[in-house]
């Protein structure tokens, strides 16, 4: 009669078990928590200064532009007014310039648009009816290093410290949320 090595016996198990692994964790905590991705998304009214990730998409996010540029996008929930989402491109931004020790950057102005989530998913052939995640976007693209006398260049220290400081203390009154967030609805026809 023949061993069967470990390996060769349950090599391909393990090594489908190692790489499902962390998602049947996430998915087993969420589950002991109640929660789903659609609530822990958007569990905050207004975005705050913070990076966007997989299960929040709320916040900032970089990436290099075409032309050489820096882009800088901010997400947040319907009740995050644009102007708030364009602070929180702007203190990235400059705060990024300041980690790298670049001294002065120019932005663009911003464009905001809207996210419309989708309502309904097909799982297995049936439609099955979702919490539409809508979401308010605002975008600049940012170049460093340009220290001519111009009043659309800033500091990207300072910058980054004063927006940093008014994110963290200001609010957000209910019904500016409100405004906001029936501008995102009317947008996205809920």
């Given amino acids: 009669m023949a061993v069967i090595g470990f390996e060769t016996a349950f090599g391909s198990a393990w090594s489908g078990f190692v790489r499902f692994a962390p998602a049947l964790g996430m998915a087993a905590l969420l589950g002991a928590c109640g929660a789903n991705l659609n609530e ?22 970089i990436s290099n532009g075409a032309d050489g540029s820096l882009h800088v996008t901010a997400a947040g929930p319907p009740g995050t007014p644009a102007d708030r989402l364009e602070k929180i491109a702007l203190a990235r931004a400059a705060e990024y310039g300041n980690e790298r020790h670049l001294k002065t950057f120019k932005a663009t ?17 049936q439609q099955t009816d979702l919490r539409p995640m809508d979401y308010r976007v605002v975008a600049i693209d940012v170049r460093y290093g340009d220290d001519a006398p111009d ?22 009154p209910a019904d500016v949320q409100s405004a906001a967030a029936q501008e995102v609805a009317q947008q996205c026809r809920r």
Wanted: proline content about 5%; aromatic content about 4%; overall charge positive.
């Fill in 151 to 172: 009043v659309q260049v800033r500091s990207s220290r300072e910058t980054a410290d004063t927006l940093k400081a008014q994110l963290a203390s200001e609010t957000v």
């Fill in 109 to 125: 102005p911003a464009v905001v648009s809207i996210t419309c989530g989708k309502t309904k998913v097909s799982i297995k052939g």
């Fill in 40 to 61: 822990l998304a958007t569990s905050s009214t207004v975005a705050n200064y913070q990076p966007a990730n997989l299960f929040s998409p709320t916040g900032y996010s």
